[in-house]
């Protein structure tokens, strides 16, 4: 008889069923993420633990788990400077421009040090942000060290998954044989390479807020918001109400800030033309939507950074930053 593979007991526990099935603990799911990222899960198995997961829903525990793993082969640099606010970027564009990309610069051109991480690829049709950065003449990291150098020259820096933890790319890219996102996507979200004390998140579907911010707490992050975003990128959406969910030194807060435009101002942009970006930036190009989505956004971050006493505040300050800009800097 052959023996049981280490890996087959982690997905057992999540597999069995509705009645004997239960959640990985933090514990089990830091073992099952060190066996994944060593390469010791043989691909059907990998499958399986992914596809049970993804139907299932992963929970706040297990997603804790797989964070603390990832973070034991993903140590800061030694010199590395105090970032100030995490930014992920893992769902592409395909609605809208990724004007969220000029509300992480917009913060950086005013002091905040922002890490923005991400992938692309795994969905055609989308705008990802390294293309989109790209554009603006803003190469992408190759490296942790060379994240920690751009954001001491620039207090900003984008670092692709492939560079971040490559082997996790590859599971993401599983996408177009597994025929579904997995909760790779999820897990991705929150490693917080750099350890910032502030982090923003944003989903598709709202289930997650609660996921987002429960694993949170868990990992003893000082300070996170989660909303639903445009197309699933931190990117708020001007022409709606939105609830934004924070965590502040473990207590849960939740904020309604109004829609910035009248209702009906949601529209699907018919023009995804990256030089775009510098020309909204550079006020060649008035989109009223555009500068309600990127202050709307800096916006939430001033918020959860503390910049801002209300939403009111957050928004009028993003503003004023906006409108001053220096339309030279791209």
């Not at 040090?113 to 989109?132: C, P, S």
């Not at 993401?172 to 910032?196: E, H």
């Not at 209702?263 to 309600?292: F, I, K, M, T």
């Amino acid at each position: 008889m052959n023996a049981e593979h280490p890996f087959a007991q982690y997905v057992r526990i999540i597999g069995r069923g509705p009645n004997l099935s239960r959640p990985l603990t933090e514990e089990e799911m830091i073992e099952a993420t060190r066996m994944i990222l060593r390469g010791e899960v043989e691909p059907l198995q990998l499958g399986a633990f992914l596809c049970v997961l993804r139907v299932r829903t992963e929970d706040p525990g297990e997603t804790a788990g797989f964070i603390r793993a990832v973070r034991e082969v993903l140590p800061p640099p030694a010199d590395a400077p105090a970032v100030d606010l995490d930014w992920s970027s893992y769902a592409g564009k395909a609605r809208h421009m990724p004007w969220f990309l000029l509300s992480a610069l917009l913060l950086s051109k005013n002091g905040i040090k922002v890490f923005m991480h991400g992938t692309e690829g795994h969905t055609a049709g989308r705008i990802y942000a390294r293309e989109a950065l790209e554009s603006l003449g803003i190469a992408p990291a190759l490296s942790m060290e060379d994240a920690a150098a751009k954001i001491r020259a620039h207090n900003f820096a984008f670092l692709p998954l492939e560079h971040l933890v490559p082997r996790l790319q590859e599971i993401m890219d599983l996408k177009s044989i597994l025929g579904l996102r997995s909760p790779i996507n999820t897990f991705t979200r929150m490693m917080n390479p750099f350890r910032a004390p502030y982090s923003i998140q944003s989903i598709f579907h709202p289930n997650y807020r609660e996921i987002h911010r429960d694993a949170e707490k868990l990992l003893g992050q000082p300070h996170m918001c989660v909303f639903k975003g445009e197309g699933g990128e931190i990117e708020r959406r001007p022409g709606k109400p939105v609830m934004v969910e924070s965590l502040h030194d473990g207590e849960y807060i939740d904020e309604e800030w109004p829609a910035l435009l009248a209702d009906g101002a949601y529209r699907e942009d018919e023009n995804l033309s990256l030089p775009r970006l510098a020309a909204v930036w550079r006020g060649e190009e008035e989109d009223a939507y555009a500068s309600a989505a990127i202050a709307g956004t800096a916006a939430i971050a001033l918020r959860l950074m503390g910049r801002a006493q209300s939403p009111q505040e957050a928004d009028r300050l993003a503003r004023s930053m906006w409108e001053s800009r220096d339309k030279d800097c791209l």
